[in-house]
């Protein structure tokens, strides 16, 4: 017996972003297969590119057949893909906002006037800012306060993040701890997480950050903090990503250029603005912390000059 289609289908991008999160979440009414909800995720990422390119370039692009799109616009309740790639070209018929993704497209196109050493450093200096667009693009005000004022009045927050993400996950705790108290890696000591999850509290804040190819280890982590009351705040790359389903509020940042890992600049962006954001909703208490940390550096006669 063929699955019912969805009754009425989404007809903005942001109603099929919140679609794609619902579906990996098992909180839509009906579900795809973990290909299929790869494929979703990842068109409503990059709408410009889903616009424009027909399916048989898209379907190269994800490594499937056209038919398993065609057969995808179905499930959400379009008439066919036609149907379906008409929510895109409509979110980017406003020029202003997709205005930097074209012009890092074209930069990227045009050879370099200086040498082969500087293109290196020009030419990812655009994917980074091509990376920053589209997280720019995705957005959405009322979720960036609900993690600020998390981020501001939780008792405790702890943030985790290996390999890559681990170097992320440090400066976060730096930045974060320089404006409030009791921020710290996850497993600062070296005990182990199932320790320090044990010592956190309902209500505690805990970040977990990683992208494609996924570490299975920090998906748990987010897994279960969740289920011990915590709140989890997932920063990753795709509304796919294992980090999502258990994360109160969650964020996706590109990551494509030609570094031979993934691209870390779009991510310490975010993280930057985030902060930011947290010392505004803190207010005078990071002014004064901040003032106490300055009084302990000229006190220790730490810096130079």
Avoid: W
Wanted: with cysteine; net charge negative.
């Amino acid at each position: 017996m063929p699955e019912e289609a969805v009754a009425e289908p989404p007809r903005t991008i942001e109603d099929l972003r919140a679609l794609a999160l619902s579906v990996g979440r098992d909180e839509a009414g009906f579900s795809l297969g973990s290909k299929a909800h790869d494929v979703f995720a990842k068109l409503v990422e990059a709408p410009e590119q889903s616009a424009v390119r027909t399916i048989s370039e898209l379907a190269d692009q994800f490594g499937i057949n056209p038919s398993t799109l065609t057969r995808l616009a179905k499930r959400l309740g379009f008439e066919g893909f036609s149907d379906f790639q008409a929510v895109f070209r409509k979110a980017i018929a406003d020029d202003q906002q997709y205005f930097y993704s074209r012009q890092a497209g074209r930069l990227m196109t045009t050879p370099s006037a200086g040498g082969a050493e500087v293109e290196v450093f020009e030419r990812l200096a655009r994917e980074t800012a091509a990376n920053v667009d589209g997280f720019l693009g995705q957005l959405d005000s009322a979720t960036l306060k609900g993690a600020a004022s998390l981020l501001a009045s939780a008792r405790r927050v702890r943030i985790h993040g290996v390999r890559q993400f681990h170097s992320l996950a440090s400066f976060l705790t730096y930045g974060l701890g320089m404006v409030r108290s009791d921020v710290a890696l996850l497993d600062a000591p070296r005990l182990g997480v199932a320790e320090a999850l044990s010592q956190l509290e309902p209500g505690d804040v805990v970040i977990i950050a990683s992208c494609a190819p996924y570490t299975r280890s920090v998906a748990e982590v987010g897994r279960i903090a969740a289920a011990n009351g915590q709140s989890v705040i997932a920063i990753t790359d795709s509304r796919s990503s294992p980090l999502v389903p258990p994360a109160k509020h969650a964020f996706f940042i590109p990551h494509a250029s030609s570094f031979y890992s993934n691209s870390m600049g779009a991510y310490v962006v975010f993280c930057e603005a985030l902060l930011n954001l947290v010392a505004r909703e803190l207010g005078d208490k990071a002014l004064n912390s901040l003032a106490g940390r300055e009084r302990l550096i000229a006190e220790m006669n730490i810096e130079v000059g």
